[in-house]
């Protein structure tokens, strides 16, 4: 074994391609479950058309993504971060498997009991979101900035994932008896796979590679204690001789409080950012639309945002799909762009600790955007009727 003390950067960090792609997928993997649920919406409408699966969901899993993100990110010093991960991308695993599980054993029947139980692991999800996204995100932050680049990108393919899978097991099944459901399945079955295969991703190919291993270290010599297992997992053990320094270099550190308030202008922007599009995007596009440093600048443009309300709304009554393809598109672009260049940015000029706890206060106040996103999203539906 050898010891975490290395601080210099080697001349050639090796592994940093195979670490980007493996982010990539991890990304992916964090919300791919989530996006299963999402897109076979069609499907969910059709057994409980009476119950807005869409957004009651959504609406559920949020609560506990960010009751569980708040007592994470308020004791992330103190938890292990390997284990951590491993059991948000599990839980995201079984949850997955169940929900599978549970639409065989009710022969894809509706009712509340179903319902109930979707609803019950669609909290599992939250549960998961909450250690997955913190956790990586918080990690990555202490490392170069195309990893969290790729973790994001990663996030956002899992929507093209999901969407392009889904359409290929309708295709598929489309002239068969009960083919919605077949495909369904199908869908839910692919994704359980790959669930299982991030969980092998992080817990071994990702904590081996140099690159990681190096700015693992790099943060163990600063004072945090969150990367002692992942390194362990590499074969580098920590020097015990430096416990006293690192506690001491632990209490040297930022306080959660001075850093949300250091970087109260991202935190806000971050919870502004997903207001926003969760108002519209899952449910005004399922249940509305019919058949059919940074500088000032990016804060003007999240403001500008704010005009895709108005935009959908008209949109919505009076224009056709292919508006509403150029909106969803604008909404989708700038929100992942914006969130690249916070989170990217944001955690420079910190210590490793600190570059970790910042990461999992960002990820908190993006989970505040998205449940207040998500509760004003059923505004879209007063004055309809069936509400």
Not at 46 to 69: C, D, E, I, N
């Amino acid at each position: 074994m050898t010891t975490a003390v290395e601080t210099e950067a080697p001349t050639r960090l090796e592994g940093k391609l195979r670490a980007m792609v493996v982010c990539f997928f991890l990304g992916l993997g964090s919300l791919v479950a989530w996006s299963s649920m999402v897109t076979i919406g069609d499907y969910y409408y059709k057994l409980f058309p009476k119950y807005h699966p869409s957004r009651v969901l959504t609406l559920v899993y949020q609560p506990f993504a960010l009751g569980t993100m708040a007592i994470l990110s308020y004791n992330e010093s103190k938890i292990n971060t390997r284990q951590r991960n491993i059991f948000g991308y599990t839980l995201f695993f079984a949850a997955t498997f169940l929900v599978l599980v549970l639409d065989l054993a009710t022969s894809g029947k509706g009712g509340i009991g179903p319902f109930i139980g979707l609803c019950v692991l669609s909290a599992c999800f939250g549960v998961a979101d909450a250690h997955v996204q913190g956790g990586m995100l918080g990690d990555l932050s202490f490392m170069c900035p195309e990893f969290i680049q790729s973790f994001l990108a990663g996030l956002a393919a899992s929507g093209v994932l999901a969407s392009s899978l889904r359409l290929l097991t309708k295709v598929s099944f489309e002239k068969s008896h009960n083919g919605l459901r077949k495909g369904a399945t199908l869908f839910l079955a692919m994704s359980t796979f790959f669930e299982f295969l991030c969980i092998l991703l992080y817990a071994i190919i990702f904590p081996k590679l140099p690159i990681v291993k190096y700015y693992r270290s790099k943060a163990a010599s600063e004072g945090s204690k969150t990367v002692s297992s992942d390194l362990a997992a590499a074969g580098i053990q920590t020097n015990s001789n430096q416990g006293d320094e690192d506690d001491a270099k632990q209490v040297e550190r930022l306080s959660n409080k001075q850093l949300f308030f250091q970087n109260i202008d991202y935190a806000v922007g971050l919870f502004l950012i997903y207001v926003l599009t969760l108002s519209i995007f899952p449910g005004f596009l399922y249940e509305n639309t019919g058949s059919h440093g940074l500088g000032s600048w990016p804060y003007d443009c999240n403001s500008s945002r704010f005009l895709l309300i108005p935009a959908f709304y008209f949109t919505a009554k009076y224009g056709d799909k292919g508006w509403m393809i150029l909106l969803t598109s604008i909404l989708g672009v700038s929100n992942g762009y914006l969130t690249v260049c916070v989170l990217t940015v944001a955690p420079k000029g910190y210590k490793g600790p600190e570059q970790n706890a910042l990461g999992n206060l960002l990820v908190l106040c993006l989970l505040c955007g998205i449940f207040a996103g998500v509760a004003l999203d059923w505004l879209w539906l007063i004055g309809k009727q069936g509400f």
